[in-house]
């Protein structure tokens, strides 16, 4: 594993120009905190959580967003605009109908051109290793042999988490499994990863996951992963918030 864990940025690797963030989750686990307000407007150490991820693509100079809403749209919307008046932000309206993750991506397809794109939960939380996660992920994006890149961190790390991981990784860190019935995965989605607009190909109508898009891409050996130098929180409780805001301020 030692390739990937210690990859270094190579500047000649440019951060994709475009990105989009996945704000249109209800946050119904976060209930009380989501009654008022959407997911990603909850504060975590003093900063709304999509300030959070907002706040990291500026520094690595993207100035293009695609956002996703549903849950209290008007409210988010507002708070961006108001947040990030230099940065170009698009949204991609589901108020009428929550689509997933998949069917946000799709929906989204036609404002996302056809070059890679970022993808970033909302409610991503990490602090960085010894180098911008972010510029890693872009320093190991290869259009001729990739079709996603998943930014993963090691189960063990995986601050919050529930359940019990996600992938199986071979020595280049393509991803050649899922979780095995009754074990667990090494590693664990953070809810960033590089995609090719591409593969947003024959998916079904409604709401679905991204899972089918990866599964495709798994299958074609054609999905990869990058292993998180830094922490990692999930953030779908207001216990992981409490959590979290402790082990930051513990440092």
């Known amino acids: 594993m030692t390739r990937q864990l210690f990859l270094r940025p190579d500047p000649r690797c440019a951060v994709p120009r475009t990105a989009m963030v996945m704000a249109a989750g209800l946050g119904k686990r976060m209930r009380p905190l989501t009654i008022s307000r959407p997911k990603p407007l909850v504060e975590v150490a003093g900063k709304p959580l999509i300030d959070h991820v907002f706040d990291r693509l500026r520094a690595v100079g993207i100035e293009r967003v695609v956002v996703n809403v549903h849950y209290l749209a008007d ?20 108020r009428d109908r929550l689509l997933e993750t998949g069917g946000g991506l799709t929906k989204a397809r036609p404002l996302l051109g056809d070059d890679p794109v970022l993808v ?37 790390r995986a601050n919050n ?27 664990a989605y953070t809810g960033v990863q590089i995609l090719d607009p ?29 292993v998180h130098q830094g922490l990692w929180f999930e953030i779908g409780t207001p216990t992981a918030v409490t959590r979290t805001e402790a082990m930051l301020l513990d440092g």
């Not at 939960?121 to 010894?130: E, R, T």
């Not at 089918?212 to 050996?221: G, K, N, P, Q, S």
């Open 75 to 94: 409210s988010l919307e507002a708070h961006l605009r108001r947040r990030y008046p230099d940065m170009e932000v698009i949204v991609s309206d589901e």
């Open 198 to 226: 591409r593969i947003i190909v024959d998916a079904p109508e409604g709401p679905f996951s991204t899972n089918l898009f990866w599964d495709r891409a798994i299958a074609a050996e054609r999905a990869y992963a990058q």
């Open 161 to 187: 988490l529930g359940g019990m991981g996600d992938f199986r990784l071979g020595p280049d860190g393509r991803i050649v499994g899922r979780r095995r019935p009754g074990t667990v995965a090494p590693f």
């Open 120 to 156: 970033v939960n909302g409610d991503s939380l990490w602090i960085d290793g010894p180098v911008d996660a972010i510029k890693l992920l872009a320093s190991r994006w290869d259009a001729a042999t990739m079709d996603v890149l998943l930014l993963v961190v090691p189960f063990a």
